[in-house]
Structures are given as C-alpha cells and as structure tokens.
C-alpha cells in the first residue's frame, strides 16, 4: 500500500517547488500529518530515513547486550520475562523498518547498511553487561530514557513513524517496570547483591544521559527538525525531564547517583547535574566504545546462521507458485 | 551466505480484529515469503498482547489506493453538500425527537 509518491524535484521549476514547499509547512503548521504517498522536500524524506532507520537499528542492536543474559537469568520467571523484553525489542525493529521503507528504502539496503558498519545506531548499546544487574539497570534506565525520547515522537508529523511509536510506546513501560523490579530485588537482597544494583547504575547513569543527543548548543539538526515537527522537544530538555524523573526513582531505591554535583534547584525546580564527558560519547559514536566490534560482529554472524532459513521459505513459496501455476 | 535471500519477500498489510463485534483494522505490515507465513510473521508481531482475536494478511500490491494528487476530485464535491448532514436543517423550537 505504501508506493511512492517520489519528488521528481529535478523536474520541478523552482517557483512550483517553492509552492509545494510552502503549501507543505503550511500542513505541517497545522498539525496535519504527512503520509506516503504526499508530496514532501527530498530533506525531509532524508532526514526521516536517518533517524528512522537509525532508530530501528538501536532497537535490533540493542537485543544483544540483554539477549547475553537470556541462558543466565536467575529464574525461570525472569528468564520468561527478559525473552518477552527483548522479542519485543525485535518487533520495535521490524515495526521501525517498515515506517522507513514507506519512504523508498528497502529493509535489505537498511540491513546490509548495518551488517556493513555503515549505520549508526544509538551509541548505549556499545556498552558491557557483566553482570544481572545490568539488565535491571538497562529496563530502568535505557527503556526509560528511551521513553522519554519517545514518548513526543508519538505526535511526529510523518503519520506512519507516529503510528509506529504509539505501539512501540504501549510496550515500553512493561521494559522500565520489569528492569526497576530487577533493581528493587537486588537491593533488597544481600549487601553483594546491592553493592551489584550500584555498581550497575554507576556504570550506566552517564551514557544513559548521552543517549538523548548533544547538548542543544551543538545539535547540528534540531531546529529543522522541530519546524517539520519531527522533533518536539530539544535534546537538553528531555535530558533534564528524565534527570527530574529518575532521581527520586534511585532515592527509593537507596542507590546514589554517580554524579557529585547532582542537586536539587528550588528555585528552577530541577536538579543540577555535572558535565556530561562528551568526547566519550563522540569516540563511542565513532566506533571506539568498550562493545562496538562485538555488536557487529554479533549481527553479522546471526544473520548469517539464519540465511538457511529465510533461504528454506524462499524456496519453500518459490516451489509452491509454481505448483498452482501448473494446476491451473 | 546469500544476503540476497529475503530481497524479494513481499510486503503484506495486516488487519487485526481487536474482538468479535469490531471492524479489522489496519495495523502495519510484514514481509513474508508466502501467504501462510505472512499470517505467522503477523501473529507474532502484532498479537502478542491480546491484541486480536482474527489475522487478515493481505499482499500490499493487490491494494488498489487513491492517489493523494486527485483527492480534491474525488473528495471536495462533498463540501458543498452540507444538506446531507443533519445539522444543516434548523429544527422548529418546540419540536423534539427530530
Ligand atoms: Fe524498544
Ligand atoms: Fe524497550
């Protein structure tokens, strides 16, 4: 259903593309969304396949820093749970490609893109799981941080992204919930037991924080993206929302914040916190984090170990049409 | 080896029944190699949660869509018929279950 309705903008004088251009924002403007098959700047189709892509590659790539802890859970009961997590981490991916390929790219190139090292994908997944806790502190943190970024992208202009994140939001809460369950447990437990929920959030509390962009005085495409609505909020502000948000949360659980200049603000009613390392974040970025090659080289190897299965069904229909073609 | 081997899979539009009573309705689409795995590949992407109690998979290229260029044709001719509405007619003060 999702064919092009591709810009020839090549073949657009420029006033015409100037009036398609205007009579687009005015759309825009007025909270209308934009579907496939509508007229759109090439930029904004651009744009939308970066982030979109990017997006769903982050939810695939970020299978596998839990999906180490799937043959380890410490109970069947949680073992059941983290499957339920992370398969639905593969459906946010499958759900993200398919907002994308609206837009004229095929879920193969975006596929290749990343099995190639060529995509970008969100820069927290190139960390370490060591130990259980890590998966309590990915649910509290990561799901909720991703939350928070989400949560506005539910009103994004283009309709089948939009669409996409208001199902993918449904399931989130279950991933932060399930996670802080995680955290409680551990530090209800034995001294060891809280000592690991600590040492979780010590090495998670920062790169949770990177994970919604550059600070806004460096953000080479929010003001673009805020005037096509694509974005809502800038990446500073959700920062500080998931800041005010998550430090009572840690409070409850008798666990401090990495961060010594982290204070309440009574007179901003927000909490101040230290500088965020982001040359760290940058060199992660680039591919210099402690798991980048590991993540790769995961993702390569699963879909290859898989290829004899999408090449059974393949074969499997291909045998099949032609059977009803000679009946018939 | 083959990366090649899901290229061609087709893409198919999915319509869940929420319950008995209700329309299906359209909640995104998957890429299959085949009918029967379309319906598989749905199943586990969009009911996880009770979400349905029937599956409609239907290959994407059999829909045949309006072309968003001509929707003034098709669609404005309605703007001028407000009559057909309820609303257009005054109802006498006084007068009730109209
Ligand atoms: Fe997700
Ligand atoms: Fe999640």
Redesign the interface.
């Known amino acids: 259903?999702?064919?092009q309705?591709l810009d020839n903008l090549g073949d657009l004088p420029p006033e015409q593309e100037a009036e398609l251009v205007a009579t687009f924002q005015a759309r825009i403007d007025a909270e209308e969304k934009i579907?496939p098959?509508?007229?759109m700047p090439a930029r904004y189709r651009h744009t939308l396949v970066r982030q979109i892509s990017q997006h769903a590659h982050s939810e695939v790539v970020g299978m596998l820093p839990e999906g180490n802890w799937l043959t380890r859970a410490p109970s069947l009961h949680r073992k059941a749970i983290l499957l339920?997590k992370v398969?639905?981490e593969a459906?946010h991916g499958?759900?993200l490609y398919?907002a994308a390929?609206t837009l004229g790219v095929?879920?193969?190139e975006m596929?290749?893109d990343l099995?190639a090292g060529k995509a970008r994908y969100s820069s927290i997944f190139n960390y370490p799981t060591p130990t259980w806790a890590d998966v309590g502190a990915i649910g509290w943190l990561v799901d909720g941080a991703a939350i928070i970024n989400q949560v506005p992208l539910c009103r994004c202009s283009y309709g089948p992204y939009a669409?996409?994140m208001v199902?993918i939001c449904r399931?989130e809460s279950f991933h932060q919930r399930q996670g802080y369950d995680i955290m409680q447990s551990l530090c209800s437990g034995t001294d060891a037991q809280r000592e690991m929920a600590q040492d979780a959030l010590n090495r998670w509390w920062w790169p949770s924080l990177m994970m919604f962009g550059p600070p806004d005085s460096d953000s080479v495409h929010s003001d673009q993206s805020m005037a096509w609505k694509i974005k809502r909020f800038s990446n500073d502000d959700l920062r500080q929302k998931f800041i005010d948000i998550t430090i009572p949360q840690a409070e409850h659980l008798g666990l401090n914040v990495p961060d010594p200049d982290l204070r309440w603000d009574e007179e901003s009613q927000h909490y101040e916190f230290g500088p965020i390392d982001w040359e760290e974040f940058s060199a992660v970025l680039a591919g210099d984090g402690p798991c980048n090659e590991e993540r790769a080289d995961a993702f390569a190897h699963k879909?290859?170990d898989g290829?004899w299965v999408?090449?059974a069904?393949?074969a499997?229909?291909q045998k099949?049409?032609t059977q009803s073609k000679g009946k018939s | 080896m083959s990366n090649a081997s899901n290229q061609g899979w087709p893409l198919y539009e999915v319509f869940v029944r929420a319950k008995a009573g209700l329309d299906h309705r359209h909640v995104g689409s998957v890429h299959a190699p085949d009918d029967e795995l379309a319906l598989q590949h749905a199943r586990e992407l969009y009911t996880r949660r009770m979400e349905g109690v029937s599956l409609w998979v239907v290959r994407s290229s059999a829909i045949v869509a309006s072309d968003p260029a001509s929707s003034d044709a098709l669609f404005a001719p309605a703007q001028d018929k407000i009559y057909r509405h309820p609303t257009f007619y005054t109802v006498p003060e006084g007068v009730d279950n109209l």
């Open positions: 259903m999702y064919s309705g579907e098959k509508d007229w339920a398969q639905d459906g499958a759900y398919s390929e095929s879920r193969q596929v290749d099995i669409r996409a199902r399931e879909y290859e290829a999408r090449e069904a393949a499997y229909a099949h049409t």
